[in-house]
């Protein structure tokens, strides 16, 4: 499809084409106008990364994100939460604990650092009323699954007592590993699960990133509905490209969010893509308006 063509006119001609050949409530959901401005559902607690939109002051992303119904903003750190709190907007995925996303619990050297971020930012986090916290696994540097594993259980279970009495939740993002985030140790939802379940704990989960997944295993339904319990938030985005999720992408999303609802999720579904378009919030827009199912 031509780049020059508009969202709006290459959705027409979809449903043009699909008329034309008798075909019945083809792209059910992509077939309206996602650009259109109408009250949201309420099915879905929407989020959106600041970092996607880094041009932007946070306070003037907080004005647009409530315009569009757009409840919490994903990782903002402690000097960001004034500014949410000032727009009634909830911190849905903190973040300003880790060290970066390479080195993480999955090697002993970084523990004692991690550990005394994380037991100081923990109560940060319940002091200000929010729940997530974010963590990474980090580059496996030559590491087996299962030392990964062994390693961050070690180092995990130095601060989940103190995630369990602030009733914070950390949660362990799962990345792609073979075109983002090369050698990237928690790169497959059954890793991350089997991570979980060895701590043992509710103060444990995972950060389901639709684009991420995606790319790894792909099997995007199934892996939400046979790992639903150990996921606490997912992050969209398009594959190819971590653009726009439109008509020029792989994944539909108004299926894959329906499937994360019929799990009885209660969480937030964050928009992390990547704007290629001149006006961003139109984007944003629409893309809530794509997975507002």
């Known amino acids: 499809m031509a780049e020059e063509l508009s969202r709006r ?5 979809i ?12 792209l059910p959901s992509f077939a309206i106008e996602p650009d259109q401005s109408t009250a949201l559902k309420g099915n879905v607690n929407h989020s959106v990364c600041q970092w996607c939109f880094g041009d932007m002051e946070l306070d003037a992303l907080c004005i647009e994100a409530k315009k569009i119904g ?11 939460w004034p500014t949410l709190k000032k727009h009634g907007l909830d911190s849905s995925m903190c973040n300003g604990a880790e060290i970066n996303l390479v080195d993480g619990w999955n090697d002993p050297k970084f523990h004692a650092t991690l550990i005394k971020n994380y037991s100081e930012m923990i109560p940060k986090v319940a002091a200000a009323g929010y729940k997530q916290l974010i963590c990474f696994s980090g580059n496996r540097r030559g590491k087996d699954d299962e030392t990964g594993l062994n390693n961050c259980v ?11 009495k602030h009733n914070v939740v950390l949660v362990m993002e799962l990345l792609n590993s073979k075109v983002d985030h090369s050698d990237y140790q928690c790169d497959t939802t059954k ?12 103060n444990f989960k995972l950060l389901y990133d639709i684009y991420h997944m995606q790319i790894d295993e792909g099997n995007v339904i199934s892996n939400i509905k046979k790992y639903h319990p150990y996921i606490s938030h997912y992050h969209t985005a398009g594959v190819p ?17 329906k499937a994360i609802l019929a799990t009885g999720f209660k969480g937030y579904l964050a928009q992390e893509f990547i704007p290629r378009y001149k006006d961003k919030i139109k984007s944003l827009r629409d893309a809530v308006n794509i997975c507002d199912v």
Do not use: C, H
Request: charged content about 25%; cysteine-free; glycine content about 14%.
């Open 9 to 13: 006119s290459a959705l027409k001609n």
């Open 15 to 26: 449903v043009a084409g699909t008329a034309a050949l008798g075909v019945s409530a083809a």
């Open 70 to 80: 757009i409840k919490a903003i994903d990782l903002v750190g402690p000097s960001g």
């Open 154 to 164: 070690e180092g995990l279970k130095k601060v989940i007592g103190i995630a369990e």
């Open 191 to 202: 890793w991350g699960a089997e991570l979980a379940k060895r701590l043992g704990s509710e």
């Open 241 to 257: 490209g971590r653009n726009e999720i439109d008509d020029t992408q792989e994944l539909f999303y108004p299926a894959i969010i």
